[in-house]
């Protein structure tokens, strides 16, 4: 593997989590509880998108065969995205929206403020850039995470049982392999060891906050570096990928 | 007595162009009137959303979905401001959506139509919101003041929306075949129901009488149409789309286009209840806002706890 390598694939990676999440966040339309958390929840959309742009178009620069960031979004298939399991996650209600972001943006928060330092300025400029919106999709899903686990007991039980189902897809979130060791090494990449560390006061803090027990590290779902992932992700790439594929001669 | 002379006070300060302020004394029915209109107004926002939230998931490239999605969320922002603006005449926004909910108050029809290809995301900014700020535009006058000031933030916005749904249609007209053939079906589809937007002929028009006398409307529904179909004309002619009515002609002598008639009969039985969408449009609405009821619950709980552990310490 060359760095060139490592670098697309990391880069990927970054967009295509962006690109799920957003896909994901954007189904909030028009369905939030209130007109205010409508238009929270399609902000955190929008930024993800905006992320997921520029990390695909510098995995088209680093590439140098001239693919564009709906090159890579449109006409690549299941096996060949690179995204978190957790951020492909169905948005299910409210609470499952919530805890799948937090868990998410805790996670993004530290991962963004670790590659401001990156010796690859481009990742380091995208990074400082996403790291402003991730602080304040982390402070969003945090307090609701404490709203609702302090606020009704529908409410801190819905949220605890959200948690509880997600929690199997976190350990994907922290896995490396030689992608990472190579770009470690150079000073571009992030140890996800360190991230890891910093994940967990995150998650442990604001879960006592929110009066909300952490679960119990269990089996652990992993898939994201080999492309693997749940079912879901087929039938949101079908759908998002439609009108592109269906008229391969147009432009829009 | 005391009545009379407030209603001519009342009616000096509208013909001296002054704006009528939530603390001013005003008619009974002038509340009612901009009760209705305006809440109307801010609930055709809110289920606006939904024909063009239809596609974001679809959108052909990140681009598109990102401008798209802005679209839909200013829209949400046009509902909040003018759900501020009715709340200042008296009532709340959850009377407002209970009214929505219960059908005792309506939206715009042409939100009752399906979006069925992306050419129609095209058709809805261009002709919809082209439609909405003709309306809008001369609502920037209305006498109520908030409802003015609503008006002149969301005009900015609409007008951006008319571009980019224009943009998207002009695209698709001078693409492939299929392409082109989904820009003229989605103005063949959205072109009638668009005009009727502007409601019925001034001459069948109920609830414009004391709407005139007052302000709240500064021109009619005739003339708002007119100027619509004067200005949309050229711009279709201009991509090459074929506007669906064989009698649209140019009337040197008015300077204005004539044009067909319009089914009335399909416009009523839309409004009653009995477009393609009409049950659709509003069971989403309810079901969204039934499934956020333990959120907002949980909101409200934890706020109150917060406000008891702050007077206790
Ligand atoms: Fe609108
Ligand atoms: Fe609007
Ligand atoms: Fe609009």
New interface residues.
């Given amino acids: 593997m060359t760095q060139q390598d490592a670098l697309i694939n990391y880069c990927l990676r970054l967009g295509d989590t962006s690109?799920i999440l957003g896909?994901r966040m954007?189904?909030w339309?028009?369905?939030?509880?209130?007109?205010?958390?409508?238009?929270a929840l399609?902000?955190i959309?929008?930024d993800l998108?905006?992320q997921?742009?520029t990390f695909?178009t510098y995995a088209g620069e680093v590439e140098g065969k001239g693919r564009t960031?709906?090159d890579f979004?449109?006409h690549r298939n299941e096996r060949e995205f690179y995204n978190t399991l957790l951020s492909e996650r169905p948005n299910g209600?409210?609470?499952d929206t919530i805890a799948r972001n937090f868990l998410h943006a805790a996670f993004l928060y530290h991962l963004y403020s670790a590659l401001t330092k990156s010796k690859d300025d481009k990742i380091a400029a995208l990074a400082s850039k996403s790291l402003k919106e991730v602080t304040y999709h982390l402070r969003h899903s945090s307090e609701w995470i404490?709203?609702?686990g302090?606020?009704?007991v529908?409410?801190h039980q819905?949220i605890q049982d959200s948690i509880n189902d997600l929690w199997m897809f976190t350990g994907d979130l922290f896995v490396m392999n030689e992608v990472d060791e190579l770009l470690i090494k150079e000073g571009i990449a992030a140890n996800l060891n360190e991230i890891k560390k910093l994940w967990d006061n995150t998650v442990n803090e604001v879960l006592q906050r929110a009066t909300l027990k952490r679960p119990i590290d269990g089996f652990m779902q992993k898939g994201r570096l080999e492309g693997r992932h749940a079912e879901c992700l087929g039938h949101l790439l079908a759908?998002?990928q439609?009108?592109?594929r269906a008229?391969p001669?147009?432009?829009? | 007595m005391e009545d009379a002379k407030k209603l001519e006070e009342f009616q000096a300060k509208i013909d001296a162009e002054i704006k009528i302020e939530p603390k001013d004394w005003m008619p009974e029915d002038y509340r009612k009137h901009l009760q209705r209109q305006i809440s109307q107004h801010a609930h055709s926002e809110v289920i606006g959303m939904q024909p063009e939230g239809n596609w974001i998931s679809r959108a052909p490239s990140l681009r598109a979905k990102v401008v798209l999605l802005a679209k839909i969320q200013d829209e949400a922002g046009h509902g909040q401001y003018l759900y501020s603006a009715a709340e200042t005449l008296g009532k709340s926004r959850d009377e407002y959506i209970e009214e929505l909910q219960s059908e005792k108050a309506k939206y715009s029809s042409i939100f009752n139509y399906p979006t069925l290809t992306w050419a129609d995301m095209g058709a809805v900014g261009w002709l919809v919101d082209g439609a909405a700020i003709v309306n809008q535009v001369s609502l920037q006058r209305t006498s109520y003041g908030p409802y003015a000031r609503a008006m002149v933030r969301i005009c900015k916005e609409e007008s951006f929306h008319q571009r980019q749904g224009y943009e998207i249609i002009a695209h698709m007209a001078q693409g492939t075949p299929e392409q082109k053939a989904m820009a003229q079906d989605a103005l063949n589809r959205f072109w009638w129901p668009s005009i009727m937007m502007f409601g019925p002929h001034d001459s069948d028009s109920p609830n414009t009488g004391n709407a005139t006398l007052w302000k709240i409307k500064r021109e009619t529904n005739d003339e708002l149409r007119q100027k619509f179909i004067d200005k949309t004309v050229g711009q279709a002619e201009i991509i090459g789309l074929t506007i669906p009515d064989p009698d649209l002609k140019w009337n040197e002598a008015r300077g204005h286009y004539d044009f067909g008639k319009m089914d009335w009969d399909e416009f009523w039985n839309v409004v009653k209840g009995n477009g393609p969408c009409n049950k659709q449009r509003l069971e989403h609405h309810k079901k969204a806002h039934k499934e956020g009821k333990w959120v907002r619950e949980a909101a409200l709980t934890y706020a109150q706890k917060q406000k008891e552990k702050q007077m206790v310490a």
């Fill in positions: 690109l896909q954007a189904e339309t028009s369905n939030g509880p209130t007109l205010e958390e409508d238009i399609t902000n959309s929008l998108f905006g997921a742009r695909l960031e709906d979004a449109y209600h409210f609470g404490v709203r609702l302090d606020g009704t529908e409410s819905k759908e998002m439609f009108l592109p008229y001669d147009a432009t829009w």
